[in-house]
């Protein structure tokens, strides 16, 4: 008779939850014996930085606020979950980034912030002529040789110069990562502009090639008419807040112990493969499996009993400190039109914002938002190395924010609500280097059988990244044990 597996995961975000809700399933499938898991968040909710607030009178996301649908993985957890036509879709595809002084159009045509045509942004203010004459050189020069593991900047600054650079590619590609361009990894930081640059000449030319695939119609004879509800690829967000995606994982993951509250003290290693999980109160579990779902700097301090190198590759792994701010306004007090989405600001301005999302005019569930004369923005503030809204009260870090819309938005009155989300050492940066931390760890933990790791400290930052790697981990853990001929641990 199968001995059912026992396994522990250590963190209750998007991770851990993804990875106890698909080996709940694929265990019993592959083992024939329904597993014993027991997940264990140390704070006093599951979800992570996945959390929904109210403001404005709408739910809104004070972390991730969308999910990125393109891998199957994804697009498979929402249908599972009930959860596809709760989806919503953005209003227009219109961006700015302040530069110059002011907010310009960037360009429809690109991608990764590298336009398809630079003279075109002469006309926006974005570029000088002597930019996009720079820009447009990347067509005759000559391939150069790079190291190994280079930077954004280093791929891409020599070849499109210094403004596209600056003001376009940086704010887009160091953005999402919160970091800065020169430190981060275009190997594992940006691995698609990494491919698409290496392979080809010309960037602009590699990069235009890789944006018009994206952007061709999939085929709908691979949808059948009767099959599950399609989803199209792009970012989206749920109607009703993102915190109802870990909902909805946490509640359909049978059988599952899911605790908070439960402070794991130490990971001790016992015989026959088993992993005892100490808790801060005394209590120990003991495991089969143990999956380590929590940032890297606490997964350090587990491993460093068995492994000095992989608590030394773990400690490597930097985090950036960010915080949301969200502010309402009566939309007669916003005297520029939302057209768009949302704007950008590089580094090289020098501002307090990263970036402003128009949240009431970006999303379409947002709409009966604009009919009750509210706007609501959410602001995006810190970035790697960049401290000054550590030091700040929320109220200063909201005048601000405020400040600065009232330049970029000809804002007029004070918001009527606001909420502040800090995220200290929250986003991790895949800095130059994480491609060799990350082969110290595989190495390491191949000498750990049962220890697992996952997260976006890891290979993939994100929502989405976080579901595709506890996807392939749980299904790399079923087929192990499935190839297990003898009991995993003594019965009893």
Same mark, same amino acid.
């Given at each position: 008779?199968?001995?059912?597996l026992?396994v ?8 851990g939850?993804?990875v106890?809700?698909h080996?709940?399933r694929r265990?019993?499938?592959e083992t024939?014996?329904?597993?014993s898991?027991t997940l ?5 909710r599951l979800?992570?930085?996945v ?12 972390g ?8 199957a ?7 599972d ?10 209003t ?10 002011a907010?310009?159009?960037?360009p429809a045509?690109s ?7 630079p003279f075109?942004?002469? #006309?926006? $203010?974005?570029?000088? /002529?002597?930019? %996009?004459?720079? +820009?447009?050189a990347?067509?005759?020069?000559? =391939?150069?040789?790079?190291p190994a ?9 020599p070849?499109?110069?210094?403004e596209v650079?600056?003001?376009l ?5 160091g953005?999402?990562?919160a970091?800065?361009a020169a430190?981060?990894s275009?190997r ?5 502009v990494?491919r ?9 030319l590699?990069?235009?090639?890789r944006r018009?695939r ?8 691979r ?15 749920l #109607?009703? $807040?993102l915190?109802g /995606?870990?909902? %909805?994982?946490? +509640?359909a ?5 899911? =605790?908070t509250g439960?402070?794991?003290?130490g990971?001790?290693?016992?015989g026959a ?7 801060a109160?005394?209590e ?5 499996v143990?999956?380590l779902?929590?940032?890297?700097h606490a ?7 068995h ?11 930097p985090y950036a ?5 969200y ?8 005297g520029?039109?939302l057209?768009g989405?949302?704007?950008?600001v590089?580094p090289s ?5 990263v ?11 947002? +709409?009966g ?5 509210v706007?609501?923005?959410r ?14 009260d ?5 005048d601000a ?6 330049e970029?938005l000809?804002?007029?009155?004070r ?5 502040v989300?800090r995220?200290p ?5 895949y ?6 931390r990350l082969?110290?760890l ?8 049962g220890?697992?790791l ?12 976080c ?7 749980a ?16 019965a009893g």
């Amino acid at each position: 008779m199968p001995v059912p597996l026992r396994v522990v995961v250590v963190g209750g975000g998007v991770s851990g939850l993804t990875v106890a809700y698909h080996l709940a399933r694929r265990l019993p499938a592959e083992t024939g014996a329904a597993p014993s898991i027991t997940l264990l968040e140390a704070g006093e909710r599951l979800g992570g930085k996945v959390t929904t607030r109210q403001v404005g009178g709408i739910a809104v996301d004070t972390g991730p606020d969308a999910l990125l649908v393109r891998d199957a993985c994804v697009r498979d957890l929402l249908v599972d979950l009930g959860l596809a036509d709760a989806l919503s879709r953005p209003t227009s595809r219109r961006a700015y980034v302040w530069a110059r002084g002011a907010l310009r159009p960037l360009p429809a045509m690109s991608l990764f912030g590298v336009p398809d045509n630079p003279f075109a942004l002469v #006309r926006t $203010g974005i570029l000088t /002529l002597r930019g %996009a004459v720079r +820009a447009a050189a990347d067509l005759v020069l000559p =391939r150069r040789r790079l190291p190994a593991d280079p930077s954004i900047a280093e791929l891409l600054r020599p070849r499109l110069g210094a403004e596209v650079f600056d003001l376009l590619v940086e704010p887009m590609l160091g953005g999402v990562h919160a970091g800065r361009a020169a430190e981060l990894s275009a190997r594992s930081a940006v691995p698609d502009v990494h491919r698409a640059v290496v392979s080809g000449r010309s960037a602009y030319l590699s990069l235009r090639e890789r944006r018009r695939r994206a952007s061709a119609p999939a085929d709908p004879a691979r949808t059948p008419p009767d099959g599950p509800p399609r989803i199209a690829p792009g970012m989206v967000p749920l #109607r009703g $807040g993102l915190q109802g /995606l870990t909902d %909805a994982i946490a +509640a359909a993951t049978p059988g599952a112990e899911l =605790r908070t509250g439960a402070l794991v003290a130490g990971l001790d290693r016992a015989g026959a493969g088993t992993w005892p999980v100490r808790l801060a109160d005394g209590e120990e579990l003991p495991a089969d499996v143990v999956v380590l779902a929590a940032p890297a700097h606490a997964t350090a301090r587990l491993l460093l009993p068995h492994s000095a190198a992989a608590a030394d590759a773990l400690d490597a792994i930097p985090y950036a400190g960010v915080a949301t701010v969200y502010l309402a306004y009566r939309t007669q007090d916003v005297g520029r039109p939302l057209d768009g989405t949302g704007f950008l600001v590089p580094p090289s301005e020098d501002r307090f914002l990263v970036g402003c999302t128009w949240t009431t005019a970006k999303w379409q569930h947002h +709409a009966g938002a604009a009919a009750r004369g509210v706007t609501v923005v959410r602001c995006a503030v810190g970035r790697h190395g960049d401290r000054r809204g550590q030091g700040m009260d929320d109220d200063a870090v909201v005048d601000a924010v405020h400040l600065e819309l009232t330049e970029a938005l000809d804002v007029r009155a004070r918001p009527v609500e606001t909420t502040v989300q800090r995220w200290p050492g929250a986003m991790p940066q895949y800095t130059v280097g994480h491609e060799a931390r990350l082969a110290v760890l595989d190495a390491e933990l191949a000498a750990l059988p049962g220890v697992h790791l996952t997260g976006a400290g890891y290979r993939g930052v994100g929502l989405s990244g976080c579901i595709t790697q506890a996807d392939t981990l749980a299904t790399r853990i079923a087929l192990a044990a499935a190839r297990t001929a003898e009991p995993v641990h003594a019965a009893g």
